[in-house]
Nanobody, 119 residues
């Protein structure tokens, strides 16, 4: 069982940076693939980035976002730079035993944190 709690969201202007954190409970954090997803109003939840032994990014955030993890602290991060209004969404972290880019592949989810980017 893994419990996930996101933090760090907020209201920023286009071009600004923001760092999200996801604190995980459980002693097996390091064995999971950890990912970030986001969901904008009226849209489906979409893959953003994942970090296991390899790092994966959605094309829309590649070069602007960086996913990292600190297994000693059981924490996943998402550094978001050069934010755009289209990045506005609720951001969720998720955990799975294997890498997936789909929502269905992930067993555990946090409650989400809102990121709003104004133009």
């Amino acid at each position: 069982q893994v419990q996930l709690v996101e933090s760090g969201g907020g209201l920023v202007q286009a071009g600004d940076s923001l760092r999200l954190s996801c604190a995980a409970s459980g002693r097996t954090f390091s064995s999971y693939i950890m990912a970030w997803f986001r969901q904008a109003p009226g849209k489906e939840r979409e893959f953003v980035a994942a970090r296991g032994g390899i790092t994966y990014y959605a094309d829309s955030v590649k070069g602007r976002f960086t996913v990292s993890r600190d297994n000693a602290k059981n924490t996943l991060y998402l550094q978001m730079n050069s934010l755009k209004p289209e990045d506005t969404a609720v951001y969720y972290c998720a955990a799975a035993p294997t890498y997936y880019r789909t929502v269905q592949g992930y067993d555990y989810w946090g409650q989400g944190t809102q990121v709003t980017v104004s133009s």
